[in-house]
């Protein structure tokens, strides 16, 4: 069995050929998609932050939102850069939305990707301590974010406080229990996959990963995804880890799909340059069901992960996102993930 999420990077467009025109569009609609998405069995709702951008950018607001209109389905980010973060600020946000949705934030983080300023988190007004890089930073920021949100006090009250507080050093509030396992990194690399596993984190693993060793993506993700779990049974953690890979799949079943989505029968893997190094880039998955289910049989990094995130085209509106979830739905059945 596997679990089946969305990932929206919610982009939103003035142009008329757009279903999503506006800030506000990107927003309800995600909310609107997330219901939908509910009501098919899906799984989970994960959306993409980006700064700087006619994208979604903060998302605790629709988070919370999300959580309060459903009941069932996981929600959560893939991925929140934590370069721009206040983890102690973040930490409460989290909190509130995990609380409002009964404990079902699942959130992906991590340093994020290429942005559409340079630096932008130095304009959030974050800096690198010196002698480290912006993705130090990044995990920094994390590492505090994970220490508050497990409960421990920390901060000197008030000798002469407005309201009373209980003995000894305060934590943050509202704290979520639980929520602590839930925290995923989104990993691009084998590297740092063994780094998320030291850390007690989730892997979160897109379609793309920052280096090429010559294999089929799927081959190379699979590996990052075995590292993973090697380094944390070597790490000694008790529970059970997390594994999500994220894939675009699109069931050709109408003369609409196939004039979205037919050329991309023929998609193969590519390498090419990213952040001044190589990068692998997965393919897309799409053709009439029966094709595309045997495809993704042989896909090793589906097979290795136990959640599935697929990308949808935001743009083309709630309707046809649903009509697209509903048909994968259907092939997953065919193999067995549900």
């Known amino acids: 069995m596997k679990k089946i999420g969305f990932l929206s990077f919610g982009h939103w467009t003035p142009s008329p050929q757009s279903q999503t ?3 506000a ?30 994208q979604l950018a903060s998302p605790f607001p629709l988070l919370a939102a999300v959580g309060a209109r459903t009941s069932r389905i996981e929600i959560g980010t893939g991925v929140i850069d934590m370069r721009y973060e206040n983890p102690l600020y ?3 946000d989290a909190g509130a939305a995990d609380l409002i949705s009964g404990g079902r934030l699942q959130l992906g983080v991590s340093r994020g990707s290429p942005e559409q300023v340079v630096d932008g988190f130095r304009y959030f007004g974050y800096e690198p301590a010196e002698g480290t890089d912006h993705a130090d930073l990044a995990r920094d920021h994390t590492r505090v974010f994970l220490d508050v949100i497990q409960g421990k006090g920390f901060a000197q009250p008030n000798p002469r406080p407005m309201f009373p507080n209980p003995p000894g050093l305060l934590p943050l509030e509202p704290q979520s229990p ?8 989104g990993a691009g690399s084998r590297a740092t996959a063994e780094w998320t596993a030291e850390q007690g984190m989730n892997l979160m693993s897109s379609t793309l990963l920052t280096e090429d060793t010559g294999v089929p993506f799927h081959q190379l993700q699979a590996e990052q995804i075995q590292r993973f ?7 000694g953690h008790e529970r059970t880890p997390r594994v999500s890979v994220s894939r675009s799949i699109f069931p050709i079943v109408s003369d609409l799909d196939r004039a979205y989505f037919g050329g991309e029968s023929r998609s193969q893997d590519q390498v090419g340059q990213l952040d001044g190094g190589l990068a692998r880039f997965g393919k897309t998955y799409a053709g009439e069901p029966d094709q595309l289910a045997r495809d993704l049989a042989e896909d090793e990094a ?4 136990d959640t599935v995130l697929l990308t949808v085209p935001n743009q083309l509106g709630v309707d046809y996102n649903a009509h697209v979830l509903e048909n994968v739905m259907k092939v997953a059945a065919d193999l067995g993930w549900r």
């Open 25 to 54: 569009d990107a927003l309800l609609q995600s909310i609107d998609l997330a219901v939908a998405a509910e009501e098919l069995g899906v799984d989970g709702a994960y959306f993409r932050v980006h700064h700087f951008a006619r």
């Open 178 to 185: 639980g929520l602590r396992d839930r925290i995923w990194w």
């Open 302 to 305: 589906i097979a290795a992960a």
């Open 21 to 23: 025109r506006t800030a």
């Open 90 to 92: 973040m930490a409460e």
């Open 229 to 235: 779990r090697d380094a944390w049974k070597a790490a």
